[in-house]
């Protein structure tokens, strides 16, 4: 069983930047994938930005050229760098994993709030 504790939300305004962490209990490099989504109130959670074992990434939209998702193989740990802030990016950010068995695993969420 694989757990993905996420870090790093918060209230922030306008603008700002956070960084998200998503800590794997196994080796990130055994995922097909990971990644980030997001779940706004009353709204489907959506794909935020993927990162493959290979090191390819995939971002939405709506995100891309501010969020940037990256990993650090030594920690299991991948991250979610979003600068630029809008309130339109409020949501529950989920971690994913993804494997080579098609199975998802996801971490528990944390909430960002962007308001002035």
């Known amino acids: 069983q694989v757990q993905l504790v996420e870090s790093g939300g918060g209230l922030v305004q306008p603008g700002g930047s956070l960084r998200l962490s998503c800590a794997a209990s196994?080796?990130?490099?055994?995922?097909?994938?990971m990644g980030w989504y997001r779940q706004a109130p009353g709204k489907q959670r959506e794909l935020v930005a993927t990162?493959?074992?290979?090191?390819?990434?995939n971002y939405a939209d709506s995100v891309k050229g501010r969020f940037t998702i990256s990993r650090d193989n030594a920690k299991n740990t991948v991250y979610l760098q979003m600068n630029s802030l809008k309130p339109e990016d409020t949501a529950v950010y989920y971690c994913?994993?993804?494997?080579?068995?098609?199975?998802?695993?996801w971490g528990q969420g944390t909430q960002v709030t962007v308001s002035s």
């Open positions: 196994a080796s990130i490099l055994s995922f097909k994938s």
């Open positions: 994913n994993a993804y494997t080579w068995s098609l199975r998802d695993y």
């Open positions: 990162i493959t074992s290979g090191g390819t990434t």
